[in-house]
């Protein structure tokens, strides 16, 4: 194996200057591009976000990197989310309604089976998924579909996940403040793990500045 | 092209009737040939009529004993079709069906299936292929266009005697009409006038001597004819237009102008639907759905070829797994998009069949398709070896609606309606809705909202205080369809959510409506 075939590689780790500049998609918030690896969320991976209450899950955290990345592909599949992803919401937050394309069903084994399909065919900018508990095997088989296929792909766990081993690039884990999120990064590949990364709710930081204004 | 075409079909129509050496040196030589020869219509129609078509239907016109199909108008039953036998009798159309049975005692009357009388006739269409492509069928009776077929079958009356040959031996006492017009056509076949014309100025000569009855069905209109003393259709047309039209209405102008050809009068011709069924029957009974790849890719490999041939895409599939006592699972296959490549069909089928379970022995296999599109004649881009984007997005939907059903895996738009819960509807992935109005609103709907407690004059959901933004939205809308709506919306914050937040104005009680 030669070593050009070795760095070719995306699950060979080199540190924090491996990750490409193409590989991350700028999630929007300053904080966070400050310092996750590659200035913000990581394509070709799976990114586990752990949550207080799997039903208020922080899609607003989300939302200027789905905008971002939605032209490049045909779809964007939301599987299985707890209430209703709000039309006129993601519209208003610069979504294409058109390339949504949610999948309703409350069966594991659909649900996993359909985030595997759709990250692995290339045919979806990101997945977001709403699985329950995930053993490893299923967090694993996500990834390399996601290393495959080359999407964003997002998986919403609620905090019993916090203790287990995972395969994801990134897992993280929002707390919930008053105006927004603390963010801890619990594993980050390629970079230092941080704690305590205060993210603004962007309606309170507009209130905030209409206020002072 | 077409010119030089139909002078060789013209002169070789000079030639036929004289079987004998062609006088063409008396043609003056200066003379254009076309000129002197009797144009040929492009279309020459030939139409059969089945007086006993519904007897036919039902296999019984050839039976020699007295019968009857009968119908139920109201509450009697009257003779549709006597065959006959029972004509003799003096059983006659239009009669009760208790006046026949007085008659004639040994009458066996049957009800009429009209069903079956369009089956027959759509099967004697598809017979008739086999003298020309055009085909059409004109209510009760079938119409065929000779024009092209003539010189084929050796001229007219070659053609016409093969015919008469053909569909006496299918039905019985059909009568077969040949007029330049398809509407003359059709009336003199209805009419039992069985004549040849192949030239317009004929036509006026040959109906005028046929009931005008037979141009105008409702009785009101007929006694109005009865009045102004007409009987046939030669007293019809000899009457000035305008009155006419005037008095009976526009429509038998019409009709009497495409019977002498003054007007246009297009047939359509049936195609016959290229349907694909084909089915493998087991000799051993299978019980395991595993068991059944082999035979559904044959039966694939044959739906390929029979799409190839007729140049078509397949637009839906349907699989039937029949059990030892004929009762059929029916599993459809959902494609997004046209298809006829095997190896993708195969693996949607398995998809499809992946959540099938029974425990039923499978003694047969049927696979059934009748939906197709015709195959795009586009030019692929030489450098396009691989898929396009819009294809694996294709392709993924189509995986998933057939591992999950077809209404697990759609997409969202919104919906010009202020209430929140309706402001947005489920619809076919890719589709587009409204645009989005007003002010902001939430990222999540709750599907149910959830109540807030008011405790000493605060809000408080779960065990969070909510403090309330000062901006209030009223949205008052909905009476006309029995869900109305009077709420006024608030932006709030809990120590945890931006929530969106509602007073109902009738009750007073607030509710947890969305998340931001």
Redo the contacts between chains.
């Keep these: 194996m030669s070593l050009e075939s070795c760095l070719q590689r995306r699950d060979i780790w080199r540190g924090r200057k491996a990750v490409r500049p193409g590989d991350a998609v700028a999630t929007g918030f300053a904080v966070l591009d400050r310092h996750l690896p590659g200035g913000g969320w990581p394509q070709h991976a799976l990114t586990e976000i752990l949550v ?2 799997i ?3 922080p ?2 955290l989300l ?1 200027p990197a789905l905008g971002e990345i939605m032209p490049a ?3 964007q599949t939301w599987i299985a989310p707890p ?11 610069g979504l294409d ?9 409350t069966d594991r084994a ?1 649900i996993l ?2 985030a595997e ?2 990250l692995r ?4 900018s990101a997945v977001l998924c709403w699985p329950g508990r995930l053993p490893q095997s299923a967090i694993r088989r996500l990834q390399l579909a996601a290393e495959y296929g080359g999407g964003l792909g997002i998986c919403f766990q609620d905090e019993s996940a916090l203790n287990t081993h995972s395969m994801a690039a990134l897992k993280l884990h929002c707390r ?4 927004g999120v603390r963010v801890d990064l619990i594993k980050c590949r390629g970079g230092p793990l941080r704690q305590n990364l205060t993210v603004q ?1 962007p ?2 930081s507009i ?1 905030t500045k209409k206020g002072s204004g | 092209m077409a010119q030089a075409y139909q002078s060789s079909k013209s002169r070789s129509a000079l030639i036929a009737p004289g079987r004998g050496k062609p006088d063409l040196a008396k043609v003056p030589p200066t003379a254009p040939p076309d000129t002197l020869l009797p144009a040929v219509p492009d279309h020459l129609w030939l139409a059969v009529s089945f007086p006993f078509l519904p007897l036919d239907a039902l296999g019984q016109a050839k039976r020699k004993q007295p019968m009857a199909v009968y119908t139920q108008q109201g509450q009697v039953h009257k003779v549709v079709t006597p065959n006959p036998a029972a004509t003799k009798s003096g059983i006659q159309a239009g009669m009760t069906l208790t006046a026949a049975q007085a008659l004639n005692p040994a009458l066996h009357a049957i009800p009429r299936d009209i069903s079956a009388e369009s089956d027959r006739l759509q099967r004697l269409a598809l017979l008739a292929g086999n003298w020309t492509p055009a085909v059409s069928i004109v209510e009760d009776s079938l119409l065929l266009d000779i024009a092209g077929s003539t010189r084929l079958f050796g001229g007219i009356k070659q053609l016409l005697e093969q015919i008469r040959l053909w569909i006496a031996s299918e039905t019985l006492a059909p009568c077969v009409s040949v007029m330049p017009t398809p509407a003359s056509a059709v009336l003199c076949a209805r009419t039992g006038k069985a004549l040849c014309i192949t030239a317009r100025e004929h036509i006026r000569s040959a109906i005028r001597e046929l009931p005008a009855r037979t141009l105008i069905t409702d009785s009101k209109r007929q006694r109005a004819l009865n009045r102004f003393g007409i009987n046939t259709l030669g007293d019809l047309l000899r009457l000035p237009r305008d009155g006419l039209a005037r008095r009976l209405g526009p429509d038998l102008v019409q009709r009497l102008d495409k019977l002498l050809g003054q007007q246009p009068d297009p047939q359509n011709a049936i195609t016959p639907l290229p349907v694909f069924r084909q089915r493998i029957v087991f000799d051993a009974g299978i019980a395991n759905t595993e068991q059944l790849a082999p035979f559904m890719k044959t039966l694939l490999g044959k739906l390929q070829a029979h799409l190839t041939r007729h140049h078509i895409l397949a637009e839906q599939l349907e699989w039937h797994l029949v059990n030892e006592s004929d009762l059929s699972h029916r599993i459809p296959v959902y494609l997004t998009q046209p298809h006829r490549d095997t190896v993708g069909l195969m693996k949607l089928s398995r998809l499809a069949l992946e959540k099938f379970k029974t425990k039923d022995v499978i003694t047969h296999l049927v696979l059934k398709a009748s939906r197709f599109a015709p195959l795009p004649s586009s030019s692929e881009d030489i450098f396009s070896i691989l898929p396009k ?2 294809d ?6 189509e ?2 609606q057939n ?2 059903g077809r209404c ?7 919906q010009p309606d202020h209430r ?1 819960e309706k ?2 509807d ?1 619809c076919d ?5 409204a ?2 109005y ?1 002010a ?8 149910t909202p959830r109540s807030v407690r008011v405790s000493q004059g605060q809000l408080v959901l779960g065990d969070q205080q909510l403090l309330l ?1 000062r901006q209030r939205e009223r949205i008052c809308s909905g009476w006309w369809d029995s869900q109305p709506v009077r709420r006024d919306y608030y ?1 709030a ?6 929530a969106w937040v509602f007073r109902d104005l009738d009750s007073g009680n607030w509710c947890l409506h ?3």
């Design positions: 207080e209450d039903t208020y899950s899609l607003w939302m592909r045909p779809w209430a209703i992803p709000y039309p006129p919401g993601l519209s208003q937050n309604l058109s390339k949504i394309l949610m999948i309703s069903t659909d089976w359909s399909q759709a065919s290339r045919a979806c919930n403040t008053g105006d709710h309606s309170f209130t | 984007a819009a694996r997005g294709r392709s993924l939907v995986r998933l591992r999950l697990a895996v759609q997409g969202l738009r919104i929140p402001a947005w489920r992935a890719g589709e587009t809705g645009l989005p007003g902001q609103r939430p990222l999540w709907l709750l599907e933004q932006h914050r809990t120590a945890a959510l931006q969305g998340i931001f």
